[in-house]
């Protein structure tokens, strides 16, 4: 929960966050049946990454092998798609979304 700095009253989520939660549900009803898997990613992706004004965006799937190993479906970085990686989770901030709740990172 945050402050809204308009009411002093806590909200689950201010108005620019429902904004932003709608526009990406939308984004997402919209776009996920007209496009395949791969494409639907890498538009995504972007859309987050736009929308969000963040420096890095991705979609991962953990490796069905090794849970700690997670590979990119699709990475924006700086405004733009690029090649897909592999990491390790054991040493990365990342790891925190799995172990607890889904999350965004604002800043290294």
């Not at 932003?20 to 990613?41: C, H, M, N, Q």
């Amino acid at each position: 929960m945050r402050l809204d700095p308009q009411s002093g009253t806590r909200d689950a989520f201010l108005d620019a966050d429902r904004e932003i939660i709608e526009k990406t549900l939308r984004f997402v009803a919209d776009r996920a049946w007209r496009v395949s898997d791969s494409e639907f990613f890498y538009d995504l992706v972007k859309f987050l990454g736009e929308s969000l004004g963040v420096a890095y965006a991705f979609c991962d799937v953990i490796n069905p092998d090794d849970d700690k190993v997670v590979e990119t479906l699709a990475l924006y970085a700086h405004g733009e798609i690029t090649e897909n990686i592999t990491y390790n989770l054991r040493v990365r901030p990342e790891s925190l979304c799995i172990q607890t709740k889904p999350s965004h990172h604002q800043a290294n």
